[in-house]
């Protein structure tokens, strides 16, 4: 089965850094997904890893450890817009196009 | 570019009735496209995966007869929700992959369906 975690909610401060912390273990691997989603709206896509290490993307950067089942997103210089929630998504099989999400990370940036 | 476009953007309708949401990518050709179903609160939880030109695969615990979905065109998918209740109300969101790597999803914008 497929069972994925991440914190609740987190909260930061305007200008600040924060990181998105996602544990993971899945039957087969084949990439991870990050995506914000702001309330009542659809998904869209920050970053994809699937090599280990970081990946960097202006103000978002994001991390994999495939032994560890481990990977984080990091978000810099905090702006009260980045108040979402963030999905951590792991791709299993090869081949297959198929997410599945995380409960996600709800963020509130306050000044 | 890889925008996809969802209609109704939210519906009301009485329980008993159907239901259809249309899916489409708009500048690109989506062999595969995905429904998600999202409660408050909740994560995103795959009902289906549509396959152009063949039947959709259904996720554990998902009434294929209740939810069908037809996917007839490289660029449209259609979910219609049967015989709707005031359990189906929710949050349904389609994805297209570009089928190119890395094969991210991109996200409709949503239909609230709220069912009487």
């Known amino acids: 089965g497929q069972n994925i975690d991440q914190p609740t909610e987190m909260t930061a401060t305007e200008g600040a850094i924060v990181q998105i912390n996602c544990t993971y273990q899945?039957?087969?691997?084949?990439?991870l997904f990050w995506y914000q989603q702001h309330a009542g709206e659809a998904p869209t896509f920050l970053s994809y890893?699937?090599?280990?290490g970081l990946e960097e993307k202006g103000r978002f950067s994001s991390f994999l450890s495939r032994s560890k089942g481990y990977s984080y997103l990091l978000l810099k210089e905090l702006q009260m817009k980045d108040s979402a929630s963030y999905l951590c998504?792991?791709?299993?099989?090869?081949?297959?196009?198929?997410?599945?999400f995380g409960k996600g990370t709800k963020l509130s940036v306050i000044p | 570019g890889a925008v996809v476009s969802q209609h109704p953007s939210w519906v009301i309708c009485k329980s008993g009735t159907s239901v259809k949401i249309e899916c489409r990518s708009l500048d690109f050709q989506a062999t595969t496209m995905f429904w998600y179903r999202q409660f408050p609160k909740q994560s995103l939880m795959l009902m289906a995966t549509?396959?152009?030109?063949?039947?959709?695969?259904?996720e554990q615990g998902v009434e294929k007869d209740k939810f069908l979905i037809n996917h007839a065109s490289l660029t449209l998918s259609t979910l219609t929700v049967t015989s709707a209740h005031p359990e189906d109300s929710s949050f349904y969101i389609c994805s297209a992959s570009s089928g190119r790597p890395p094969y991210e999803q991109f996200f409709g914008p949503g239909t609230r369906l709220t069912v009487l």
């Open positions: 899945t039957s087969g691997f084949n990439g």
């Open positions: 998504a792991p791709r299993t099989g090869a081949g297959s196009y198929q997410l599945t």
């Open positions: 890893n699937v090599l280990d």
């Open positions: 549509s396959n152009e030109g063949s039947k959709a695969t259904y």
